[in-house]
Nanobody
Framework: QVQLVESGGGLVQAGGSLRLACAAS????????MAWFRQAPGKEREFVTG????????NYADSVKGRFAISRDNAQSTLYLQMNSLKPDDSAIYYC???????????????????????WGQGTQVTVAS
């Protein structure tokens, strides 16, 4: 089992920045893909970005490329999402997720499917005011 707890959400003005954190505990994170998803009211959960915990390889949704950055701190078992130049369309609940162990070193497009992830955090609300 992997337990995930997100933090860092809040209300920010358009153009501002937020940094989300996801603290992981339980089984080791090595060889897993860790990702951030988001879900706005009335919409499906969508992939934001993912990272291979071992290789550091990443994948970003086109909508956030160049504005968001995913990173991890192995010593702290913490995943981060730095969000810059925020837009009202970025408003959503943001979820941290982890796959089972033994994943590929490359974060391929298949990891954009929420079904690939077995472990989820409770989510943190991000609201961007215009």
């Amino acid at each position: 089992q992997v337990q995930l707890v997100e933090s860092g959400g809040g209300l920010v003005q358009a153009g501002g920045s937020l940094r989300l954190a996801c603290a992981a505990s339980g089984r080791v994170l090595a060889t897993r893909i860790m990702a951030w998803f988001r879900q706005a009211p009335g919409k499906e959960r969508e992939f934001v970005t993912g990272i291979n915990w071992n290789s550091g390889g990443t994948n970003y949704a086109d909508s956030v490329k160049g504005r968001f950055a995913i990173s991890r701190d192995n010593a702290q078992s913490t995943l981060y999402l730095q969000m810059n130049s925020l837009k009202p369309d970025d408003s959503a609940i943001y979820y941290c997720a982890a796959t089972p162990r033994g994943q590929s070193l490359t974060v391929t497009s298949t990891y954009r499917n929420p079904g690939r992830y077995d472990y989820w955090g409770q989510g943190t609300q991000v609201t961007v005011a215009s």
